[in-house]
């Protein structure tokens, strides 16, 4: 008898995780091609030197140039929907935005050709397996280990032009190791490999707080690489925790683990993932603001472009886990997207500048991008819809 009644609720919760995967499934797929459609819309709309980033205060697009930080989002989503639908029309959208960043590969004046290049040309080359694409890649590569320090061991992010007396490095920069860990795999140089571990390691060793939770920049002397000091600036305050910053660091570490299987990796993504899902500060939609330490919270500004990057990473870490953590992982990850694909959220069709999600924050200390669109909310909504799609199949 104990048997039957075993097997009877094994049936029934694997039925019901069989039906509540097709639900999410069928939502995912509503929601990537409700972004087919914004995103042809989008690409009538901006000029072909041009790249979708927000809205103006007036409601109108606000566009930037190829050198933007935030270039290359637009066409990797273009990338990762034509992957999705093989709409030519998206293909053509892509494809010529790739034209107008190419010569940001020989740029070197900020640390985001990771943001810039492997978004776009990354997915292109992982798509397409075009081989044009690769020394534009790697010459971007090139680039980025220009702003690195062997005295500090790390990757500058921010220049302060005439100032010797600092080497400022922000969390943000984790994001664009994974460049340089494709370079490797494709040159076979480990000179990449061998930087984005150094930088990792020197980032691990000073940013983070024993909770898990990260200051956003941190100052070294450049002449011994001693730490000046440690502060925010898109934050709240020095000793918050900046919800999109810390969710570029759980990426960012996700991805160094993917890439070296090293164990301090994986410990540091698992603690950031725990203070993130746990944190007495989280919304019920596990939307999160803006900063989790906001002093008007519950009334201050939502993130959601923190949101998305926080679902995409926990997805991939969910992938190096098992059992109570991985679904764990899985879980939280599918309700932010359901809440983020809830009209509170999502846009409908037409609306918002054809962005996809609303509720953004960018940089609310200078009063920048606060409430909007952004481009890379976007980008890492499409990325994580993807991801657990691949995940639940």
Not at 11 to 20: N, T
Not at 84 to 105: C, N, P, R, W
Not at 259 to 281: C, F, Q, V
Request: hydrophobic share 40%.
């Amino acid at each position: 008898m104990q048997t039957k009644v075993f097997l009877f609720f094994s049936v029934f919760f694997a039925l019901s995780c069989s039906k509540g995967n097709n639900e999410t499934v069928a939502l995912i797929e509503k929601n990537l091609e409700l972004a087919v459609e914004q995103y042809k819309a989008m690409d009538l709309t901006v000029a072909d030197s041009l790249f979708p980033r927000s809205t103006k205060p007036d409601g109108s697009l606000m566009t930037n140039k190829s050198w933007w930080w935030t270039s290359g989002f637009y066409p990797g989503s273009l990338w990762y929907l034509y992957e999705f639908s093989g709409d030519t029309a998206i293909l053509s959208a892509a494809q010529k935005k790739l034209k107008a960043l190419e010569k940001e590969q020989y740029s070197t004046y900020d640390h985001d050709i990771g943001f810039k290049m492997l978004c776009s040309y990354g997915n292109a080359y992982r798509i397409t397996s075009e081989n044009s694409y690769v020394p534009i890649i790697v010459n971007s590569a090139k680039s980025l280990l220009q702003r690195y320090d062997s005295t500090v061991r790390s990757i500058r992010s921010w220049d302060d032009i005439g100032d010797t007396a600092q080497f400022k490095v922000i969390i943000d920069n984790m994001m664009n190791l994974e460049l340089l860990f494709w370079a490797t795999h494709q040159t076979g140089d480990s000179i990449y490999y061998y930087t984005a571990v150094e930088h990792a390691n020197t980032t691990l060793a000073n940013h983070f707080r024993p909770d898990g939770s990260s200051y956003h920049l941190v100052s070294y002397k450049p002449q011994t690489g001693e730490v000046l000091y440690k502060k925010t600036v898109q934050g709240f305050a020095d000793s918050s925790a900046w919800a999109r910053g810390q969710a570029w660091g759980l990426y960012g570490y996700v991805v160094c683990y993917r890439e070296t299987t090293d164990p301090s990796y994986l410990a540091i993504a698992n603690k950031i993932a725990g203070l993130l899902i746990n944190h007495p500060n989280l919304p019920a939609d596990k939307i999160p603001y803006w900063d989790f330490n906001a002093p008007d919270i519950p009334g201050a500004k939502r993130d959601a472009s923190a949101a998305a990057i926080m679902a995409s990473a926990l997805i991939e870490l969910a992938s190096f886990t098992d059992g109570n953590q991985r679904k764990l992982y899985l879980a939280h990850a599918t309700e932010i997207l359901k809440s983020l694909s809830s009209d509170v959220y999502r846009a409908k069709t037409g609306e918002n500048n054809n962005f996809l999600l609303k509720h953004s924050v960018g940089h609310l200390p200078a009063n920048s991008e606060v409430d909007v669109p952004l481009s890379y909310a976007d980008y890492y909504y499409i990325e994580a819809l993807l991801r657990l799609k691949k995940t639940l199949k």
